[in-house]
């Protein structure tokens, strides 16, 4: 936790240690090229202070190099996801979920509002360019506060009350960020699986900007790429997480060496990464990660025989058996890792809708609340979870020290005479020929789902639930899009009601932020107007006009200026007992189980864990540089 001054330098047993065992032996992958001067040896290619990562505390054993590690994946957008897995960031989470210097050396925050950050000397990004306090101002400066660049604005997370910070470049290796008021956002942005990526490569990204490349050079390069100008160009060059330019230097474990597109990338090593093992071996162990692009439906069956080394994306519970029978062929095991969503799957009643009567309905949460309760959730657990998930609300998780009974148990008991009770109260009390309720307006009670149609474990979910809604005279149909469609759909209001998982962080921390319970960010499928209104202080979406949601917005203010962790962990409580109790997203079950499908060869992989996006990033905070084949 974060008290006043943090000065973190992460070390096994001391930075002495290390520097008696630091640059252990080259990496094989390289010697050729280091024997021929192409790459300089592994001691020039680390930096002074390498970040070792603590085999004792996490569990792990010293491994060896080589080998290529497959994976699959659905689309090729699926690319982005190297950088979730590989994981390296300013500061991170380690498996404790405790904040770390991790690319930084080390950070100091002082009253919560001002935080300097110091990175490691001798840090290199992959091409062997330094990482200096440049390409953190670059990004801030010539990017952020660029008329042309920054026209998105600050991102959210460098905002307090809508101040963004004042930027100093101290040294070479040390910069500040300052706030007037406290930013606890901050950190957790930077460590997040999708993160605040507060650098670029200044010395790469200089040629794609106006300042410092001639203008018609410039032209003729946007005419190459087929961009309409330099900051099209500028912003397709500089995409952090998408594994679209090969030719962009990164600091992640490895790199993508394919340009797109492709249905094989090759992400290789990284030659100047920062980590290193106890030993002082530099990661990570596995030469190359290779991502196979397939069509999403047959990757169980693929995983199942034995075509990938690490799988989890595209896997559901109910692959467990077949997963199971394909071992010893495969020649693979099926680890199950537990969930961290607040709930498998939840509806999303849309109180932006577009349409007055569905808003209005919606919003109102006594309809919430009905079709809580007329959903049975003991049969979804038995038929498709096999009994091993919990009936929840969508809520923290019971590993989670905020868990309680009244959050989970809220609104979810199977009562159809009490739905029904809720329904007539509310004056929808009229039905047609087959018992279907009629709306204000005479038409059927008839909800359509949307769903990003990437699930067939939503589809059972929803066909059950529609079968429990029929008892309370509401009709359900789903309808099926691409995610993208999905997503402006119910942006715009088109959509009146949609499925997604629940919530993305089950097992949070008093330091972590409580943004998901709050409307604070377009994505949210509950209230996206009201989300970006947040999010874009004021410049786009729709002002909170809804006293409940308003009360989850000021509670999350209060949060980000609160003076300490007993403060924070009160406001984390009020507002999981406002989002429960008011219902605003309907949750199914939770703490369910993840196949995760290891090679029997492939060492340092947890046997238990927590399967989620935050805070683990799925593999990311188990550190995947630390795998390695025994082979």
Same mark, same amino acid.
């Given at each position: 936790? &974060?008290?006043?001054?943090?000065?973190?330098?992460?070390?096994? #047993?001391?930075?002495?240690?290390?520097?008696a065992t630091a640059h252990a032996g080259e990496v094989p992958m390289w010697e050729a090229k280091v024997a021929s001067g192409e790459?300089?040896?592994?001691?020039?290619?680390?930096? #002074?202070? /390498?970040?070792?990562?603590?085999?004792?505390?996490?569990?792990?054993?010293?491994?060896?190099?080589?080998?290529?590690?497959? &994976?699959?994946?659905?689309?090729?957008?699926?690319?982005?996801?190297?950088?979730?897995?590989?994981?390296?960031?300013?500061?991170?989470?380690?498996?404790?979920?405790?904040?770390?210097?991790?690319?930084?050396?080390?950070?100091?925050?002082?009253?919560?509002?001002?935080?300097?950050?110091?990175?490691?000397?001798?840090?290199?990004?992959?091409?062997?360019?330094?990482?200096?306090?440049?390409?953190?101002?670059?990004?801030?400066?010539?990017?952020?506060?660029?008329?042309?660049?920054?026209?998105?604005?600050? /991102?959210?997370?460098?905002?307090?009350?809508?101040?963004?910070?004042?930027?100093?470049?101290?040294?070479?290796?040390?910069?500040?960020?300052?706030?007037?008021?406290?930013?606890?956002?901050?950190?957790?942005?930077?460590?997040?699986?999708?993160?605040?990526?507060?650098?670029? %490569?200044?010395?790469?990204?200089?040629?794609?900007?106006?300042?410092?490349?001639?203008?018609?050079?410039?032209?003729?390069?946007?005419?190459?790429?087929?961009?309409?100008?330099?900051?099209?160009? !500028?912003?397709?060059?500089?995409?952090?997480?998408?594994?679209?330019?090969?030719?962009?230097?990164?600091? @992640?474990?490895?790199?993508?060496?394919? /340009? %797109?597109?492709?249905?094989?990338?090759?992400?290789?090593?990284?030659?100047?990464?920062?980590?290193?093992?106890?030993?002082?071996?530099?990661?990570?162990? &596995?030469?190359?990660?290779?991502?196979?692009?397939?069509?999403?439906?047959?990757?169980?069956?693929?995983?199942?025989?034995?075509?990938?080394?690490?799988?989890?994306?595209?896997?559901?519970?109910? !692959?467990?058996?077949?997963?199971?029978?394909?071992?010893? @062929?495969?020649?693979?095991?099926?680890?199950?890792?537990?969930?961290? $969503?607040?709930?498998? #799957?939840?509806?999303? %009643?849309?109180?932006?809708?577009?349409?007055?009567?569905?808003?209005?309905?919606?919003?109102? #949460?006594?309809?919430?609340?009905?079709?809580?309760?007329?959903?049975?959730?003991?049969?979804?657990?038995?038929?498709?979870?096999?009994?091993?998930?919990?009936?929840?609300?969508?809520?923290?998780?019971?590993?989670?020290?905020? !868990?309680?009974?009244?959050?989970?148990?809220?609104?979810?008991?199977?009562?159809?005479?009490?739905?029904?009770?809720?329904?007539?109260?509310?004056?929808?009390?009229? $039905?047609?020929?087959?018992?279907?309720?009629?709306? =204000?307006?005479?038409?059927?009670?008839?909800?359509?789902?949307?769903?990003?149609?990437?699930?067939?474990?939503?589809?059972?979910?929803?066909?059950?639930?529609?079968?429990?809604?029929?008892?309370?005279?509401?009709?359900?149909?789903? $309808?099926?899009?691409?995610?993208?469609?999905?997503?402006? $759909?119910?942006?715009?209001?088109?959509?009146?009601?949609?499925?997604?998982?629940?919530?993305?962080?089950?097992?949070?921390?008093?330091?972590?932020?409580?943004?998901?319970?709050?409307?604070?960010?377009? =994505?949210?499928?509950?209230?996206?107007?009201?989300?970006?209104? +947040?999010?874009?202080?004021?410049?786009?979406?729709?002002?909170v006009d809804l006293d409940a949601a308003k009360v989850q917005l000021a509670l999350y203010n209060k949060w980000m200026v609160a003076?300490?962790?007993?403060?924070?962990?009160? &406001?984390?409580?009020?507002?999981?007992?406002?989002?429960?109790?008011?219902?605003?997203?309907?949750?199914?079950?939770?703490?369910?189980?993840?196949?995760?499908?290891?090679?029997?060869?492939?060492? +340092?992989?947890?046997?238990?864990?927590?399967?989620?996006?935050?805070?683990?990033?799925?593999?990311?905070?188990?550190? %995947?540089?630390?795998?390695?084949?025994?082979?």
């Amino acid at each position: 936790m &974060i008290r006043g001054i943090v000065k973190t330098v992460f070390c096994v #047993v001391g930075f002495a240690c290390l520097m008696a065992t630091a640059h252990a032996g080259e990496v094989p992958m390289w010697e050729a090229k280091v024997a021929s001067g192409e790459l300089p040896p592994v001691e020039k290619r680390l930096p #002074v202070e /390498p970040m070792v990562v603590n085999y004792a505390a996490e569990n792990k054993s010293a491994g060896k190099y080589g080998g290529d590690m497959r &994976i699959l994946m659905g689309k090729a957008k699926d690319t982005r996801q190297m950088a979730v897995y590989s994981y390296a960031r300013i500061v991170g989470y380690g498996p404790d979920f405790i904040l770390q210097p991790d690319i930084a050396k080390s950070f100091d925050v002082k009253e919560g509002r001002e935080f300097t950050f110091t990175l490691r000397k001798g840090h290199k990004w992959s091409d062997g360019h330094p990482l200096t306090s440049e390409d953190f101002r670059y990004f801030w400066e010539d990017m952020v506060q660029h008329p042309e660049l920054g026209r998105e604005g600050v /991102p959210t997370d460098m905002l307090v009350e809508g101040e963004e910070p004042t930027f100093e470049v101290i040294d070479e290796l040390t910069f500040k960020y300052t706030w007037s008021k406290p930013n606890p956002a901050f950190l957790p942005a930077l460590a997040g699986a999708s993160p605040l990526y507060i650098y670029r %490569p200044a010395h790469y990204m200089k040629q794609f900007h106006t300042k410092y490349t001639d203008p018609d050079k410039l032209a003729e390069l946007a005419a190459e790429a087929e961009t309409k100008d330099w900051t099209a160009l !500028h912003t397709r060059k500089q995409r952090q997480r998408r594994a679209e330019n090969p030719d962009l230097p990164t600091l @992640q474990a490895w790199w993508n060496r394919t /340009p %797109p597109p492709s249905t094989r990338f090759i992400f290789e090593r990284n030659p100047f990464y920062h980590r290193v093992d106890p030993d002082g071996n530099q990661l990570p162990y &596995i030469d190359n990660v290779i991502m196979n692009i397939v069509s999403k439906d047959v990757i169980p069956a693929k995983t199942g025989t034995g075509e990938s080394d690490l799988q989890a994306r595209y896997l559901r519970f109910d !692959h467990i058996p077949f997963l199971k029978q394909g071992e010893e @062929q495969g020649n693979f095991k099926t680890l199950l890792w537990n969930l961290g $969503r607040g709930s498998q #799957v939840a509806l999303f %009643p849309n109180l932006n809708a577009a349409d007055p009567m569905w808003r209005d309905l919606n919003r109102d #949460v006594r309809f919430r609340r009905a079709l809580s309760l007329g959903i049975n959730r003991d049969e979804i657990n038995e038929s498709i979870y096999f009994g091993l998930a919990q009936p929840s609300a969508n809520t923290v998780l019971p590993d989670s020290k905020f !868990h309680k009974a009244e959050y989970a148990n809220a609104w979810i008991a199977h009562d159809v005479a009490k739905a029904n009770a809720i329904l007539d109260e509310m004056g929808l009390s009229k $039905r047609d020929g087959d018992g279907t309720r009629l709306l =204000p307006n005479g038409a059927r009670l008839e909800i359509t789902v949307e769903s990003a149609g990437e699930s067939t474990e939503e589809t059972d979910v929803l066909e059950l639930i529609s079968t429990h809604m029929k008892d309370i005279g509401v009709k359900m149909f789903v $309808r099926a899009s691409q995610r993208d469609i999905f997503r402006r $759909r119910a942006n715009s209001g088109e959509t009146v009601m949609s499925v997604f998982n629940g919530l993305d962080n089950g097992v949070p921390s008093a330091d972590m932020s409580p943004q998901e319970l709050a409307p604070t960010a377009q =994505p949210q499928l509950q209230w996206p107007q009201w989300g970006q209104h +947040n999010e874009t202080g004021g410049k786009a979406g729709e002002e909170v006009d809804l006293d409940a949601a308003k009360v989850q917005l000021a509670l999350y203010n209060k949060w980000m200026v609160a003076p300490d962790m007993d403060k924070k962990t009160e &406001i984390w409580h009020e507002m999981l007992k406002n989002y429960t109790d008011q219902v605003f997203t309907i949750g199914t079950v939770n703490n369910s189980k993840q196949p995760v499908v290891v090679s029997s060869d492939l060492r +340092n992989v947890p046997e238990e864990a927590i399967y989620s996006w935050e805070p683990t990033s799925y593999f990311g905070a188990y550190r %995947p540089d630390t795998f390695w084949f025994d082979r």
